[in-house]
């Protein structure tokens, strides 16, 4: 950093620069995530709140049409910039019911995520498990919602669990039988179709060396079938035979 002293400016090189400015953009993109969270929060906190109410006062799809109309074209009319719609205020309901008898880990996560991401997990299905994977990978890498979208298509709590457990067996093979002087084991998950995305994605965060490959069957499916079945059979019998000569 120098002194320019014909016009009393100060300059930087570029390289220093470029460190400021990655470090104020940084600045403001952990502040706007942060912000997005407490709204977030907020937000989720409040639709919480309604659908509680209507839950318990066992306002129902059919006969309670017409109070939650009701109810939407008056918070309409006092908040009309916010989202109230009869659909809206069902959604609260079925948020509250989805997840009201759940554990505060899974509260926590899904009440980080945006509404719209909620309907979109709400909307699928999902059970406890992978709802709670999709709600914290969202929020740890800013998922917006066709990304979050994506990774459910392509089923990406199932994939990373393959992976996990890849790893943790390689973590398990290098600590207990590698040698001082042998390579780092190896995985390969075998698949049936191969995604090049999906692959991509699951092994993202993995430390350990993984290969994917997809595999087709040489042999037909029911000689293959067949083979296994004898296979089975006859070990049951020598089973059977060792447990008759103890």
Not at 2 to 10: A, F, Q, R, S
Not at 46 to 62: D, F, N, P, T, V
Not at 97 to 106: D, I, M, P
Request: net charge neutral.
């Amino acid at each position: 950093m120098t002194t320019d002293n014909k016009d009393n400016k100060l300059s930087i090189g570029s390289s220093d620069y470029a460190e400021m400015l990655r470090h104020a953009v940084a600045v403001i993109e952990h502040a706007r995530t942060e912000i997005a969270r407490h709204v977030n929060g907020y937000v989720s906190t409040a639709y919480w709140e309604i659908g509680q109410m209507l839950h318990e006062r066992k306002i129902e799809s059919g006969y309670g049409d017409n109070i939650v109309k009701k109810l939407s074209a008056d918070l309409k009319e006092r908040y009309p910039k916010m989202g109230v719609s009869p659909r809206q205020l069902w959604n609260m309901k079925k948020f509250y019911e989805r997840y009201a008898e759940h554990g505060e880990k899974l509260l926590r996560s899904v009440a980080l995520l945006p509404w719209s991401h909620n309907l979109l997990l709400l909307n699928k299905g999902l059970d406890d498990n992978a709802t709670l994977y999709y709600a914290q990978e969202t929020v740890a890498k800013g998922w917006n919602r066709d990304l979050l979208l994506n990774a459910i298509k392509l089923n990406m709590y199932e994939t990373q669990a393959y992976a996990g457990k890849m790893n943790y067996y390689l973590s398990l093979l290098d600590r207990l039988e590698r040698g001082a002087d042998e390579n780092r084991s190896i995985g390969i998950i075998l698949c049936a179709e191969k995604d090049r995305v999906e692959v991509e994605l699951a092994l993202e965060d993995m430390g350990k060396p993984i290969g994917v490959a997809d595999y087709q069957l040489i042999v037909p499916k029911e000689k293959l079938q067949k083979v296994l079945t004898d296979e089975i059979k006859a070990f049951s019998e020598e089973k059977r035979n060792m447990n008759l000569n103890i």
